[in-house]
């Protein structure tokens, strides 16, 4: 069992940066990938970023390449989004997600066997 709890969404303007965090407790020996998804209003929700919790090998949405820095500390339990150059269209509920040890990478919904409670990220233009 594991719990994710999100924090760090708020109100920015477009071109600000945020940064995520993301406590994960319980079961962390059992973890392969963690990372972001989002879900805008009337969208569904959509990969974002992840990273091996071992290897720390990453991976990105197009549309966040470049924006966006994944990374985790393994000592605190915590995974972070850094988010620069925000858009409006990066408005959205942030969950948290992790992924078992024995999937190799986590790409989509169909890869996450928990979820935090989301966050909700708002950028203004």
């Known amino acids: 069992q594991v719990q994710l709890r999100e924090s760090g969404g708020g109100l920015v303007q477009a071109g600000d940066s945020l940064r995520l965090s993301c406590a994960v407790s319980g079961d962390t020996f059992s973890i392969g990938d963690m990372g972001w998804f989002r879900q805008a209003p009337g969208k569904d929700r959509e990969f974002v970023a992840s990273?091996?919790?071992?290897?720390?090998?990453?991976y990105y949405a197009d549309s966040v390449k470049g924006r966006f820095t994944i990374s985790r500390d393994n000592a605190k339990n915590t995974l972070y989004l850094q988010m620069n150059t925000l858009k409006p269209e990066d408005t959205a509920v942030y969950f948290c997600a992790t992924g078992p040890y024995y999937k190799s990478g986590m790409y989509a919904t169909r890869d996450v066997n928990y979820w935090g409670q989301g966050t909700q990220v708002t950028v203004s233009s």
């Open positions: 990273i091996s919790w071992i290897s720390s090998n990453s």
